[in-house]
């Protein structure tokens, strides 16, 4: 029978630290586990300089903002180069879609004082349904007071819309008149000539 070679003893490495009677092992992190430390530096910095400093990284509020530029793009992509004027209103007014928006808009900002369908509110906002107007000639006069207002009976919608929104808004109000709404106020101000010319 074969000799059996006697096991050395185990000797476990110790700190030399005693705690109350307590000693410390000696015992190393493994080195996968410096591997995957080292790895979460790397990650950490690679991620700040990408988020924080890269080019090529946009915050949440500019990939927003894009998303945004592209939707209108889309949506009002020739308007976009128009300046803000009756060339701009004419085009919207043959685009359904477009009115539709300004619709809309007239639905959240207009109807306090103008009623629904434009047909206006005694003592605060006149008829938009009837060929009379006061303080409107052209097509230019209704962008200017939504610009700027008429004193406290107007507010202006600077604040509120941008350029393309008051194109839009003004293009309703344009397509509203001579739908005559059977429930409108009586006419206040004169009768003008068509906007456009012809219509």
Request: charged content about 20%; overall charge negative; some cysteine.
């Amino acid at each position: 029978m074969a000799e059996q070679k006697p096991v050395p003893p185990v000797e476990d490495d110790l700190t030399g630290h005693n705690y109350d009677g307590i000693q410390e092992y000696d015992n190393p992190t493994p080195s996968w586990w410096h591997v995957i430390f080292l790895l979460t530096i790397i990650f950490a910095v690679l991620y700040t300089f990408m988020m924080h400093f890269s080019p090529l990284t946009r915050t949440p509020h500019q990939r927003l903002a894009a998303v945004q530029s592209r939707m209108l793009e889309r949506q009002f992509g020739e308007l976009r180069t128009m300046e803000l004027g009756e060339e701009m209103v004419a085009a919207i007014v043959v685009n359904e879609p477009w009115i539709a928006m300004g619709a809309a808009i007239f639905e959240e900002r207009c109807v306090l004082c103008h009623a629904q369908g434009g047909r206006g509110m005694a003592g605060l906002g006149p008829n938009l349904t009837n060929d009379v107007y006061k303080n409107v000639t052209s097509v230019n006069d209704i962008i200017a007071i939504l610009k700027d207002g008429i004193g406290v009976a107007m507010p202006s919608q600077r604040a509120n819309l941008n350029d393309t929104e008051m194109a839009l808004v003004t293009a309703f109000v344009v397509s509203l008149r001579g739908t005559n709404h059977p429930d409108g106020i009586g006419p206040e101000g004169v009768e003008i000539p068509p906007f456009f010319g012809n219509d």
